[in-house]
């Protein structure tokens, strides 16, 4: 059977990253210590719990928890997976639909070049091995939301198997006690989204919007091998971060591009796993976090009550930062899957396998995908430390705001400062406005060019540590001013006369003969506050270092 047809269209891009550490439970539901593993008996996936390592308080019992990710990435295309119809955030109501997403007689999937694509990179960030060959299917449920009643996926033979992704959590105090922990990854697979039901609750009526209906999404699968929240709060982090590098996804979680389903279960060590739940539709990694460790913590206080727990779908309700049960799962629903009769098998070459006389529009060529992928976030973080001497922490707050790392980049093209205190200026000043703001990178109101200026101005020695922060502030006010205009304005360029500086400090000397017996008396702190008041003096144009060369001098003398 031939390769189904492949369309055009075209991607995205952005950035983003965040680390955390966690660790495992105790009778009382206390996260303590760090880990081991196990195996799950009632899943099909192997899973790996975490076992604390720390001795249990006598008379307590330790518990292990197993958190195992469902994730579900919308695909960064300008159409949909099976139909021309474009994909846009916050469109008006059904503007965006065409016959095939309405599920209208007669019409037939095309399936999207460029979603495929976006997959097959995914799964060769992600380690993962491409099957030449995968198979489409229809999963059955009945939604108002799915107009055809089924969702088109790849329940049997999925794109991509057997992968990794690799991410860090801090392990102590420091951030910098950081280890490095590996989730299998079992599979990626392509498949449609659904529309969106808006409930009115003034009305008593549900809306259904089909714009989003028939999106490609990528359903990356994670193995249970995580054991808290935060741990899978940061691989979750990770998994963005690499979506975004490639430009496969935007995953902006706020925008709903990027969604999580999770399944927690919890047990003694040495014992057989427990009944899991699964927690539907986080769409934000901190919400992520708190919803599993809450359910955690519920699974444990219900068995040491003598409880059981329910194999059951809950949600997570950020107001009361709990989650609710949403249905039980001990009728498994059937989809009914079965072969998509309108698709035929999904076949990918490389360049041994390669037809001859094939035409480039209609296959897929892993190697030259593979040729197409940029570095990788962990890539990134391993160079910036490198090539810049930098912390690994402050790698990794680089990649973590979106457009840091760019910007970040172009200040150091454009100015003669050593990258330490470019990555102080950026983390620290930059960064701490932008929070204070609640802006974007994007949004900011000064540019590369005008840091690169102002550290310049600094390295030069041309204005004190003090003063450059003011500039900075006015640089944050006034957009389009540059640093050395709003020197001048300001009058804020260092003393340069050597002579002048000589005179002030002896002046002040003379001024204040109680702080002079002060330091002389042991109080080494007094040159500070004699430093002080020759700034006070210069109105902050003299540099502190030179004040306090010229005042040891005077009072040695």
């Known amino acids: 059977m031939a390769a189904p047809m492949l369309r055009w ?26 880990t081991s593993n196990g195996k799950r008996g009632q899943s099909s996936v192997a899973q790996q719990p975490h076992i604390t390592a720390q001795k249990s308080r006598k008379g307590e019992r330790e518990w292990a928890a197993v958190v195992g990710l469902e994730i579900h990435a919308q695909i960064a295309s300008n159409s949909k997976l099976f139909s021309g119809s474009q994909v846009h955030f916050a469109a008006p109501p059904n503007s965006l639909v065409s016959f095939f997403d309405a599920s209208l007689p007669g019409t037939l999937p095309v399936l999207n070049r460029r979603c495929v694509e976006a997959a097959v990179m995914t799964g060769l960030a992600l380690d993962c091995h491409i099957n030449r060959k995968s198979l489409f299917d229809r999963k059955h449920y009945f939604y108002a939301d799915l107009p055809a009643g089924y969702q ?64 490609g999404l990528l359903e990356v699968v994670l193995e249970p091998d995580m054991s808290c929240g935060e741990e899978a709060a940061t691989a979750v982090r990770e998994l963005q971060l690499i979506l975004q590098a490639l430009g496969t996804s935007q995953a902006n979680m706020a925008e709903g591009q990027l969604r999580v389903d999770a399944n927690i279960s919890v047990h003694r060590p040495g014992e057989p796993l427990g009944v899991r739940t699964e927690v539907k ?66 076949l990918l070459y490389d360049s041994g396998s390669l037809p001859s006389g094939a035409d480039p529009q209609q296959v897929i060529n892993i190697d030259r995908l593979r040729e197409r992928l940029p ?32 910007f970040f980049q172009n200040v150091i093209k454009e100015t003669r400062a050593e990258p330490k205190k470019v990555t102080s200026w950026v983390l620290n000043t930059f960064l701490g406005f932008l929070k204070q703001q609640n802006l974007a990178v994007s949004e900011s109101p000064v540019t590369p060019s005008a840091l690169a200026e102002l550290l310049d ?3 030069r020695k041309a204005i004190s540590s003090s003063a450059a922060k003011q500039v900075f502030e006015e640089l944050w006010r006034n957009e389009g001013k540059t640093p050395a205009q709003i020197v001048a304005e300001k009058k804020l360029e260092l003393l340069q006369d050597p002579e002048a500086l000589e005179e002030l400090c002896r002046s002040t000397l003379q001024a204040h003969p109680h702080v002079v017996m002060d330091l002389k008396r042991g109080n080494p702190r007094a040159i500070n506050k004699l430093i002080g008041l020759v700034r006070k ?3 902050g144009r003299a540099d502190p270092t030179a004040i306090k060369e010229v005042l040891e001098r005077q009072l040695s003398s």
Do not use: W
């Open 281 to 346: 539709n986080l769409n934000s990694a901190r919400f992520l976090a708190k919803a599993i460790d809450y359910e955690i913590q519920r699974q444990i206080n219900e068995l040491e009550n003598g409880g059981e727990i329910l194999n059951e779908t809950r949600s997570f309700d950020y107001k009361l930062g709990c989650t609710v049960p949403m249905r039980d799962k001990e009728g498994k629903q059937d989809y009914r899957f079965m072969p998509e009769p309108n698709l035929p098998p999904l």
């Open 375 to 406: 570095e990788l976030p962990r890539v990134t973080r391993e160079r910036l430390v490198r090539q810049y001497g930098m912390l690994p922490e402050h790698s990794c707050a680089l990649l973590n705001e979106v457009g840091l790392l760019e």
């Open 152 to 215: 088109i996926t790849q329940q049997r033979l999925p794109i991509a198997v057997n992968g990794s992704l690799a991410y860090s959590v801090s392990v102590g105090r420091k951030p910098s006690q950081m280890v490095t922990r590996t989730v299998r990854v079992k599979q990626i697979q392509l498949e449609q989204d659904s529309g969106k039901s808006l409930h009115d609750d003034l009305r008593s009526q549900t809306l259904i919007d089909l714009n989003r209906a028939g999106i």
């Open 457 to 459: 101005l600094l390295d």
């Open 537 to 539: 003096a210069t109105l």
């Open 9 to 34: 269209c075209c991607p995205g891009r952005r950035f983003a990253f965040a680390r955390v550490g966690c660790g495992s439970y105790h009778r009382r539901g206390s996260p303590t210590g760090s």
